[in-house]
Structures are given as C-alpha cells and as structure tokens.
C-alpha cells in the first residue's frame, strides 16, 4: 500500500505564475488535509477536504489560493499569481474515514520556491 | 493562533539520556498526538492520546497528558542518534471532523 504522494516534490515558480501542487492520498483514504511550513516553524492548516467537497477552508488565504479533491484524481492545491511569501514547503496527509481526527498519514511535501 | 506550543525550541543531549518535550494548549481537546519530522520530510505519527487518559506508552516513548493543566509531555527514553528529529504536538478538538493544529515543534539533537 503505498504512502502519501506528493508531486512535483520541488516546484520553482516566476512571481506571477501559478503553482498547482498534487496529492494522491493512502489507497481507501478519503479525507485530505494542506498544510503549509515556513523554515523553523510548526505546519499551519490550509484546507480539509473530502472527495467532492471542502470540509474546513478557514486556514487558506481567500486570494489566489484554491483546493479541490474530485471524485477521481489527486487533491489539487492551486496559488495563483504566486508571489514570494508563497515560498514554503506544503504537505498533504490524509487519513482513514473511520478514524477521522485521529492519525494522519503525511507526504513528503512540496518545496515551492518563488523567484 | 496555534493551539499547541511545545517547549522547549531545542533540546540537546548525548545518546542514552532521557529527552522530555512540553506541549501546552488553550481549548478543551478530543485527542493529542505527536509526531516526528526529520529534516525535509513529512511527518510520521507517533503516538495518540485520549482526553480521558493519562498516560501512555509506546516502546521507548512516554506520553503524559493533564487536562487540567493543557498540557502534555513526551519522553524519549535511552536516546540515540536517529531520534534527531524535530517533534510535534497536535490537538484534535473534537470527535468526528476535526482540524488538527500543530505547535511549533521542539527540535531534538542526540549526539553520539
């Protein structure tokens, strides 16, 4: 069974290019989280999703940033007109849907680095 | 703001020492849990522990938790090299959906 998958797991963007962040959770794990990291810092909750529907978005900037989880495919984290300050590694975990706010399962994170 | 904050920042000791972390947090909880970073990783999880508990144990970690006083202490006993990590807290504050916030971290350094 295959872990958490991030992609791409380095990411450089142009300020003003959009940054699209994917996240394949644990096979039958239907409930995926974002959270963002600053060097030195603890992970500060972006969004919480569950196929086809945003369950808590209330850590995620209302400008630029969006996340999906459809019913087929990756959960998607998009930044649109990426500036500076978006640049920070962002990690995706997901967990069982009988254990919800129990363990999460994290992926190896995506480092964006915005020039 | 975060709900837990771990104390302290760094910790430094040599293999075989004991390593004993601080978390404290603001709101009643459901559960806390602490996982371990290692550098440029994802998190793994360690250990959980229910409100209505007091203690737990899992192979050479120690997990306390004080309702009364928000708080939780995890200990890392016999330390070795590859316990350098950074280690985290996080609070679940309810059943069912619930957003798990993290603190800070403490970073670990075990020398040889």
């Known amino acids: 069974n295959a872990g958490v998958m991030q992609n791409p797991r380095h990411l450089v963007r142009r300020r003003g290019q959009e940054a699209r962040l994917r996240c394949s959770p644990m096979?039958?794990?239907?409930?995926v989280y974002w959270y963002r990291q600053l060097p030195e810092e603890g992970l500060k909750f972006m969004v919480y999703?569950?196929?086809?529907?945003?369950?808590?978005e209330s850590g995620m900037p209302k400008e630029r940033f969006s996340a999906e989880f459809p019913k087929e495919g990756p959960s998607i984290l998009r930044i649109q007109q990426v500036v500076r300050g978006d640049s920070a590694a962002y990690f995706c975990a997901s967990l069982e849907p009988t254990a919800l706010n129990e363990k999460l399962f994290f992926g190896s994170g995506t480092q964006l680095s915005v020039l | 703001s975060q709900q837990g904050e771990e104390d302290p920042q760094a910790l430094s000791i040599q293999e075989g020492e004991n390593a004993t972390m601080n978390c404290s947090y603001k709101t009643s909880i459901n559960n806390l849990q602490w996982y371990r970073q290692n550098s440029g990783r994802g998190l793994v999880h360690l250990i959980l522990i229910r409100s209505n508990e007091r203690e737990k144990h899992s192979g050479r970690l120690r997990v306390t938790l004080d309702t009364s006083k928000k708080s939780s202490s995890l200990l890392i006993t016999a330390s070795r090299a590859a316990d350098t990590a950074s280690y985290f807290c996080?609070?679940?504050?309810?059943?069912?959906?619930?957003?798990?916030?993290f603190g800070k971290g403490t970073m670990l350094l075990v020398s040889p």
């Open positions: 996080a609070t679940a504050m309810n059943s069912g959906y619930s957003t798990l916030t």
């Open positions: 096979k039958g794990h239907s409930h």
């Open positions: 999703l569950q196929k086809e529907n945003i369950i808590d």
